[in-house]
């Protein structure tokens, strides 16, 4: 069962500017993932080198996620669109499958879903995710809530990308926001938040939020490792710690 991600942002992040994301897509498909985060906040300015990630990528056969640090909402509510345009053809260069960014500033008397709609009907086999983000707009549940049952009622292909450390950062409950938002969730973010808002590694042993969110999915949903794996070498370690815990879980419920 290969369900895990590993986003570059895990990793030391001068080193990972210094040699560039490519120079660990080897690491992470031998440790045993299935696919890679690239991260567009890590890239060079000017020169992105996505020809050069992708064809590293490729050459290992990972699935990916491109992550943007964008809005999908502008603060005057409306589609951010010339940004979401430009990630989407970066998208394409690096192969995406799947494109990842934060909700904004959505209100549902103000944003319009059909443009949204329309804008992804032009962009062809790229599923387009929405994160709960650390902000206490983005990060909110009942903002989220509002946005996802405003996109299935329009039929708009948006998922969801569920961090179940960023809500400690915008201060809303865990289970709240599984018992609302589960239905919209393609893909999880893992990570373990202190009560002093510091992402840990995950600790194996304990009650934790970050086991309770992975239990609540399927055991084959796609997860990601975010949060500081080091040294870097650690990274099959940690993937196969969520793999054996999938497959325990599907163990049992099978």
């Known amino acids: 069962m290969k369900n ?14 210094t040699n560039g994301q490519s120079s660990f897509v080897k690491l992470i498909a031998e440790a045993g993932a299935y696919g890679i985060e690239i991260r567009r906040e890590l890239l060079p300015a000017g020169d992105h080198q996505l ?3 992708k064809s590293e990528i490729d050459r290992f056969g990972l ?30 260069v690096l192969g995406a499958n799947w494109v990842k960014v934060s909700l904004g500033h959505f209100q549902q008397d103000k944003s319009n879903i059909v443009e949204l709609g329309e804008f992804l009907k032009k962009q062809k086999e ?12 983005g990060g909110n549940v009942q903002h989220l809530q509002a946005f996802f049952e405003s996109v299935v ?16 950062y915008s201060g809303q409950d865990v289970e709240e926001a599984l018992k609302k938002l589960a239905p919209y969730v393609s893909y999880l973010h893992l990570k373990q938040v202190t009560k002093t808002l510091e992402t840990i590694p995950l600790q194996p042993v ?6 309770k969110v992975m239990s609540s999915f399927p055991a084959d949903i796609l997860k990601a490792l975010e949060f500081p794996i080091v040294p870097k070498e650690k990274t099959k370690d940690y993937i196969q710690m969520i793999t054996d815990m999938a497959r325990e879980r ?3 419920l099978s």
């Open 51 to 53: 020809d050069q990630i």
């Open 126 to 137: 790229i599923q387009l995710l929405v994160e709960n983000d650390q902000t206490p707009y």
């Open 153 to 168: 009622e329009q039929e708009v292909p948006v998922k969801m990308t569920f961090d179940a450390g960023n809500w400690y």
């Open 250 to 252: 599907e163990a049992l």
């Open 63 to 92: 699935f990916t996620v491109y992550s943007a640090p964008i809005e999908c909402w502008k603060e005057n509510c409306q589609l951010n669109k010339e940004q979401l345009n430009n990630i989407f053809q970066e998208a394409v």
């Open 4 to 17: 895990v991600i590993v986003p570059l942002n895990a990793f030391d992040s001068s080193e990972v500017t």
């Open 206 to 211: 304990g009650e934790h939020n970050w086991k």
